[in-house]
């Protein structure tokens, strides 16, 4: 066979593995685990990697559930990124279109990662195939990376510059489009704020208290005011996490706040940051309590990738999306009454492109498909939309590229329990498989053509030239929350 063929094979390899790598996404979709607690889900990669003769290393950067496992020898070394965490609260039993947990307040896989992992794993498998066939030079590692929802592993892993030894890395998301993914998002920080003031019975001695409770309402209200003073670019979440307690006439001696702050550039993520510090210690003041600042984790804005992404897509294009058959478009259009009906035009090039947006409102009939079945046309551009992801570390430190494949119904919101409902439906299973096609077809290309690997790398170096900064202050370890 010539390398063209020896290409084909170990694609096709992945079909014919279909049912091995779907009964594995069925495993991870059964036990989900939360961010930085995912040992199940780890164990079992570790596992499975060594059976087919991976050299497995576990616990990278000292993170428990950070693993990768390698096959073959030389350059280029190529990264294929793999996810497997879950959510809290989105337990839903599989293929239901009602709401109905499969435990009551459990976890569920609302982002997909289940398949995420796995369409990552079969890539790596089909590159393994390749190198053995083929006896070219190059390593294919498949990097298990955890706490994506949150604890932003891969950015702890970029602290620690994992990612600057590759030539290239790779990886894909579920999600209701096919699509190659471009431009840029948000930086974020997310920073927890522990107040301490000093209890006391709040009708007969309020003198003698100091709440914590209202230091993050004050502090909170100081963020609503800093709203009006930050760029379109930026965002300030928060969450409390502790109220301290459930007792009114308490005076509460303790709360806690988590902050998410984002903006485009991680430089000025950093300084937004500071500046809700700074609206923490007015808020102390006024109360006359103390804080607590723990540092959670964060992640850089993408730098797109223009020459991975068109690779991508030339083999997107040749390996062709899924067509799905009526049942699974039954299913589709029944799940899809469930969620208010589609109001955007789906995919980044109809985002920034008008002449695209058209294309997809036909090929779509005007949002009425209830799945995608298309690619979307080509389009690669720097612009910015919302929204952060633990890539961007990867980015700053090796080309990388990123593909979406349908795997759930039009318009479907991601982190609800009607993507738990569909993680173990046939539509998720080819989105995944088809994703593992796509990104072994870009590798096995890397590994051959040294020019295009020569070029994604001229291109990342004049993307990065202003250098990383890594977002994860130094002495911060993984914290699970
Ligand atoms: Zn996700
Ligand atoms: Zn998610």
Same mark, same amino acid.
């Given at each position: ?19 091995? =790598?779907?009964?594995t ?17 780890a164990a079992l990669y570790c596992r499975i990697l060594r059976e087919h003769?991976f050299?497995v ?12 496992g &390698? ?5 280029? =070394? ?55 066939? &083929?006896? &070219? ?121 988590? =902050? ?11 300084? +937004? ?12 003041? /006024? ?12 992640? &850089?804005?993408? +730098? ?7 690779? /991508? ?97 039009? *318009? ?18 080819? *989105?995944?498989?088809? @994703? ?27 993307? @990065? ?17």
């Amino acid at each position: 066979m010539n390398k063209t063929e020896l290409k084909n094979a170990s694609i096709d390899s992945i079909e014919s593995m279909a049912d091995f =790598y779907e009964k594995t996404a069925d495993e991870i979709w059964e036990n989900p685990e939360l961010s930085l607690k995912e040992y199940k889900a780890a164990a079992l990669y570790c596992r499975i990697l060594r059976e087919h003769g991976f050299d497995v290393r576990e616990k990278l950067c000292g993170i428990d559930t950070a693993f990768c496992g &390698s096959f073959g020898s030389g350059r280029p =070394y190529i990264g294929i990124l793999g996810e497997f965490d879950a959510l809290s609260g989105l337990s839903q039993k599989a293929g239901s279109c009602e709401k109905d947990p499969v435990v009551q307040d459990g976890d569920g896989h609302g982002c997909g990662h289940n398949l995420l992992g796995v369409g990552s794993l079969a890539a790596a498998f089909a590159v393994k195939k390749y190198l053995q066939d &083929s006896g &070219s030079s190059g390593t294919v590692i498949f990097f298990g990376c955890p706490g994506e929802e949150g604890g932003s592993g891969k950015a702890f892993m970029a602290r620690e510059k994992v990612w600057e030894k590759l030539d290239a890395a790779f990886c894909w998301h579920p999600a209701d489009v096919n699509q190659v993914k471009t431009g840029t998002n948000n930086s974020s920080i997310q920073v927890l704020y522990k107040f301490k003031g000093t209890a006391a019975h709040a009708a007969e001695c309020p003198e003698l208290g100091r709440s914590a409770l209202d230091a993050v309402e004050l502090m909170n209200v100081g963020v609503q005011f800093l709203r009006e003073h930050m760029t379109d670019d930026c965002r300030v979440h928060y969450a409390i996490l502790n109220a301290g307690g459930v007792s009114p006439n308490v005076v509460q001696s303790e709360a806690d706040v988590l =902050y998410m702050t984002r903006a485009n550039k991680v430089k000025d993520c950093v300084a +937004l940051q500071k500046r809700v510090d700074k609206i923490a210690q007015g808020a102390a003041l /006024m109360t006359e309590t103390s804080f607590e600042r723990v540092f959670i984790d964060g992640t &850089s804005e993408l +730098l797109p990738n223009f020459t991975l992404e068109k690779l /991508m897509y030339d083999n997107f294009e040749k390996i062709g999306v899924v067509q799905h058959n009526d049942e699974e478009r039954a299913f589709a259009a029944e799940l899809r009454k469930t969620f208010p009906p589609q109001s955007a035009v789906p995919g980044i090039g109809a985002h920034f492109n008008a002449d695209i947006a058209e294309t997809v409102m036909e090929k779509t009939h005007d949002l009425t498909e209830p799945l995608n079945d298309f690619l979307m046309p080509y389009y690669s551009g720097t612009g910015f939309t919302a929204g952060s992801t633990d890539v961007g570390d990867v980015s700053w430190l090796t080309p990388a590229a990123q593909i979406e494949t349908a795997t759930w119904p039009s *318009g479907m919101p991601l982190h609800t329990w009607q993507t738990v409902a569909c993680g173990k439906s046939s539509i998720a299973y080819k *989105g995944m498989l088809c @994703a593992g096609k796509v990104m072994a077809a870009s590798a096995i290309d890397l590994i051959e053509d040294p020019e295009l690997l020569k070029a994604a790398r001229e291109e990342f170096k004049r993307r @990065a030239k202003g250098g990383y900064t890594c977002p994860i202050e130094p002495e911060t370890v993984p914290t699970a929350l």
